[in-house]
């Protein structure tokens, strides 16, 4: 997978993707990440600027088509260049009026030969660039950034993780998160009493079948209480099924007896 970022922060892309699993995927060629700096294609006399005020009046500056378009004319040649179709590349700009990027959305993604990410400054893009591009938008989330390169790096981890390779053996096991539906279930690792808690006693008994229980047990436990919206696709059988109900009955006693105030779920406060 071959990821071309075009920022105005190339080193914040470059060095956020040169560690740890992202760096090691891409010395083992899996994955290339590539910061374009949209700076470098303003056109001469205007000596490096790729802004400038909002046609209409208000706060804030907002990026020129030129520059953009022009970067991302290079992009799609420098694809062409390496045998590949520029032409056919995505290209998705990260801005909080998109699409949420979601797992799903990762996983279609994941088998595109080439990507490119488009990060915003200030207040936005000229829309005609957006236009003449034909960009895809795509928002992490409901909550406000400075710019569109934090975004890009949570895309690129993401989708990474899901190429084949990647992950080494140990790991790749670890793409089942959200496996049916459900939340992961709680870790532990030495030393079995730490400041005085203790590993569940099921962890220590070696008893396979009874630990898978215990862990899908506690899956179901957290969807329910952490993400109630989650756990209407959970994938359970008939014995879950019951487990959950009782779950149900034990969470609505709770919270009965609490009257403590629901802070889930709240959008107030948002303006993309
Ligand atoms: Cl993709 N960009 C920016 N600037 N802010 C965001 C976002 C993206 N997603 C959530 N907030």
């Known amino acids: ?27 083992s060629g899996l994955i290339n990440v590539n910061a374009v700096n949209i700076r470098d294609y303003t056109d001469e006399r205007r000596r490096g600027r790729c802004d400038d005020y909002p046609y209409g009046g208000g706060a804030g500056m907002v990026m020129q088509a030129q520059p953009i378009c022009d970067c991302c004319d290079a992009v799609r040649r420098m694809i ?5 179709s520029g032409s056919s590349a995505r290209v998705i700009y990260m801005t909080p009026q998109g699409r949420t990027f979601t797992q799903a959305m990762a996983a279609e993604l994941s088998r595109e030969e080439d990507l490119i990410l488009l990060c ?8 005609r660039a957006l236009e003449l591009i034909g ?4 928002s ?17 981890d993401c989708i990474s993780r899901l190429i084949p390779g990647v992950l080494g053996g140990d790991e790749s096991a670890l793409i089942e998160t959200f496996h049916d539906n459900l ?31 215990w862990r899908r047990e506690r899956s179901i436990e957290r969807t329910l209480r952490y993400r109630p919206d989650l756990i209407g696709s959970a994938v359970l059988n008939k014995k879950e099924m019951r487990f959950l109900e009782e779950l ?5 006693e709770e919270t009965d007896a609490s009257g403590e105030a629901d802070i889930s779920g709240s959008k107030e406060g948002f303006k993309a």
């Open 1 to 27: 997978m071959n990821f071309h970022v075009m920022t105005l922060f190339p080193d914040m892309i470059m060095s956020a993707a040169s560690g740890s699993i992202l760096g090691r995927a891409q010395k």
């Open 80 to 84: 062409d260049e390496e045998g590949r």
């Open 120 to 127: 915003g400054h200030y207040e936005g893009i000229d829309e």
């Open 135 to 138: 960009t895809e938008n795509v």
């Open 140 to 156: 992490i989330g409901d909550y406000v950034l400075t710019g569109g390169e934090l975004p890009a790096l949570v895309m690129i």
């Open 183 to 213: 939340l992961e279930y709680p870790q532990y690792t030495r030393p079995e009493v730490y400041k005085g808690l203790h590993v569940p006693e099921i962890l220590l008994s070696g008893h396979h079948e009874n630990v898978e229980k």
């Open 248 to 252: 149900k009955r034990q969470l609505q």
